[in-house]
């Protein structure tokens, strides 16, 4: 199994973040890291839902990963996950292409059908009902693939009209960098990531544990045999949260515990504010736990 961490881009600064991300580059333990995908910083509500407040300073997004590209060498670098209600499916491709022509080959897609109503009502965009999500959310993953991919496109669907669309240059990674779906829908969003991704995330990691992801996974693998697809050629990961006074030491168990329910990937999400020491107690104890044995 190999680790990565996630970053949160409020109530942070820029050079505070890119610290953070420098260290992580100079730590082997780490394979990626993260950004996430949102306007406004993000909590979780009493009702357990989460929740947007606009009062909290937040970086963008894409402009952040960006600038973080330029300045780490090593490793891959993605958003968990980009939201293709927030960008137009073809700027995403645009900005995909890019931005791995910047990081030299080391851009991880991450893809999701979106969330957060109100926060995108505060920029005029209408989030829609869940069945609307989905159906965007698969026109835009044919679009993006296909722009990737094809020298030109024609495209007519619901939320996407394309006609003789060119994405020039392609990008570094070929056929196109690893698409990374952000899905925990049983009956489709699983089924559309059984068709698309090369990278499945779960992000209930925190709330689910590792019994959760295994049978989310389990779930998975039954929608690729369907379709008639190899489910070993879906990596898998899993979010898992560490707050800001939490205990680092809980990763020696936790890694283990998923390594063993099948997760090829862990990703710590780290709460502000950063510190590289933080991180680097983080690397600590999952060098170690990379090392014991699965209970």
Not at 69 to 92: D, F
Not at 106 to 112: K, S
Not at 132 to 138: A, K, Y
Not at 222 to 228: K, L, T
Request: negative net charge; contains cysteine; proline residues 7%.
């Amino acid at each position: 199994m190999k680790f990565g961490f996630k970053t949160y881009q409020y109530d942070t600064t820029w050079p505070n973040l890119l610290d953070v991300w420098r260290t992580a580059d100079a730590l082997e333990v780490f394979e990626s890291g993260w950004l996430f995908d949102h306007y406004y910083a993000v909590y979780g509500g009493p009702d357990g839902k989460p929740f947007a407040d606009p009062s909290r300073p937040c970086l963008e997004t894409w402009t952040t990963l960006t600038a973080l590209a330029q300045a780490t060498t090593r490793l891959r670098l993605g958003v968990i996950v980009a939201s293709v209600v927030s960008h137009p499916a073809p700027l995403i491709a645009k900005m995909a292409c890019t931005l791995d022509h910047v990081a030299n080959g080391r851009l991880e897609l991450g893809l999701g059908a979106g969330s957060m109503a109100t926060e995108l009502a505060s920029y005029g965009i209408e989030l829609g009902s869940v069945s609307e999500r989905l159906d965007r959310w698969e026109e835009a993953l044919e679009v993006i693939v296909s722009l990737l991919t094809k020298e030109e496109v024609d495209f007519a669907g619901r939320y996407y009209m394309l006609r003789s669309a060119r994405c020039d240059p392609k990008s570094i990674q070929q056929p196109h960098p690893p698409i990374c779906i952000g899905a925990q829908g049983e009956r489709r969003a699983l089924r559309i990531a059984a068709r698309w991704a090369q990278h499945w995330n779960f992000a209930g990691g925190s709330s689910a544990g590792p019994r959760g992801f295994a049978r989310k996974s389990q779930i998975l693998s039954a929608h690729c045999a369907e379709i008639g697809r190899n489910p070993d050629e879906i990596r898998r990961s899993v979010d898992v949260y560490l707050g800001p006074t939490t205990d680092p030491g809980v990763l020696r168990e936790l890694a283990p515990a998923y390594a063993e329910a099948g997760v090829d990937l862990l990703i710590v999400g780290m709460a502000p504010p950063y510190h590289p020491a933080r991180l680097e107690q983080v690397a600590e104890q999952l060098g170690t736990a990379r090392l014991a044995p699965a209970t």
